[in-house]
T-cell receptor
């Protein structure tokens, strides 16, 4: 049973380019969360999605950032016109849909974005 | 400010010793969880304790929760070099059913062989 798969593991972009980060949740998981981690910091919540729906995007910057979780395929976190401050590790997590199991989130290995 | 704040920020111990890490939070919670992160890796879930529980064990891990003080502790007994990692507490606040976790900044644990 594969865990949460994120790709790419490392992504280098120049300022102004677009970054696309992909996340495939664990099998049987219908909830996806994206977090951002700056060096020496904890994870900061960005967005929570279920299939085809954004449930909570209170942690997402209002501009340049978007996320989707289509009916088929992985969840995508998209950052347009990247700036140096977007450099960070971006983690995806997934959870089951019911009861207490929903509270346990399983994390991918992360995508480390470097903006030159 | 962070919902969960751990202390100490860094802890260095000898293999075989016990490691105690603390976490404080601000708002009412559904549950509190501890995660571990090895350098350059994702987070691994260690243990979840519900708001109506006071203590929980899992192998060499012991977690306590004091909701009156809004604090939790994670004890790792008989530490091993492989326990070297960053440890984060995460709270799942009572604000709906969204299970949005709020993480502290983490504690860096170093276990010397």
């Amino acid at each position: 049973n594969a865990g949460v798969m994120q790709n790419p593991r490392h992504l280098v972009r120049r300022r102004g380019q677009e970054a696309r980060l992909r996340c495939s949740p664990m099998k049987g998981h219908s909830h996806v969360y994206w977090y951002r981690q700056l060096p020496e910091e904890g994870l900061k919540f960005m967005v929570y999605l279920q299939k085809e729906n954004i449930i909570d995007e209170s942690g997402m910057p209002k501009e340049r950032f978007s996320a989707e979780f289509p009916k088929e395929g992985p969840s995508i976190l998209r950052i347009q016109q990247v700036v140096r401050g977007d450099s960070a590790a971006y983690f995806c997590a997934s959870s089951r849909s019911q009861g207490l199991a929903k509270n346990i989130q399983y994390f991918g290995a992360g995508t480390r974005l470097s903006v030159l | 400010s962070q919902q969960g704040e751990e202390d100490p920020q860094a802890l260095s111990i000898q293999e075989g010793e016990n490691a105690t890490m603390n976490c404080s939070y601000k708002t009412s919670i559904n549950n509190l969880q501890w995660y571990r992160q090895n350098s350059g890796r994702g987070l691994v879930h260690l243990i979840l304790i519900r708001s109506n529980e006071r203590e929980k064990h899992s192998g060499r891990l012991r977690v306590t929760l004091d909701t009156s003080k809004k604090s939790s502790s994670l004890l790792i007994t008989a530490s091993r070099a492989a326990d070297t990692a960053s440890y984060f507490c995460a709270t799942d606040a009572i604000s709906g059913a969204n299970s949005k976790l709020t993480f502290g900044k983490g504690i860096t644990l170093s276990v010397r062989p």
